[in-house]
């Protein structure tokens, strides 16, 4: 499986790098790599978010018994753990191949970064929605927007550091 998951992120890469050459006198291929992977999961979970709120909940409060749970938080919590894996995978696999942590430990702190996002998501997507009363859809594309900055710098100098640079 392993190898699989290698030569798809390999791929991939080969991919974006083909669409790097205009933009190297502006980003490292590291970060357009980033940048359209990343990219790429956004719209991934841009669109999931837009199909389970619509179609999936249809915009209906989803009652567990003891809580009953906002039709835009409840398809935050289905679309998430969908996003988090395909994103580690693009993360790992095509972006941030160069790291030497081992792969679980990568996993721990990748899920770390991305407990933060899920609390980014949870209380922007409460202020964006619930108090400022904006669209669930785009409110999610801004609070998106603010993970993506934060989630950069801490998957680069964190989850997928080098440790040994000799």
Known sequence: ???????????????????????????????????????????????????????????????????????????????FPVTLFSGFLLQKYVTFTSSDLRGKEQLVRYMAVVGVNLLINYFGLKLLVEVLHLYPTPSKMVVTLICTIFSYFSQKTFTFKIKNTA
């Open 1 to 79: 499986m392993r190898r699989i998951l290698v030569l798809t992120g390999k791929l991939i890469g080969d991919l974006i790098d083909f669409f790097y050459p205009p933009f190297k006198r502006y980003f490292s291929r590291q970060f357009f790599r980033y940048g359209v992977s990343g990219a790429a999961n956004v719209g991934f979970d841009w669109l999931l978010y837009f199909v389970v709120y619509n179609y999936v909940i249809q915009k209906q409060f989803v009652p567990l018994g003891f809580v009953t749970i906002s039709p835009h938080i409840a398809a935050l919590l289905i679309t």
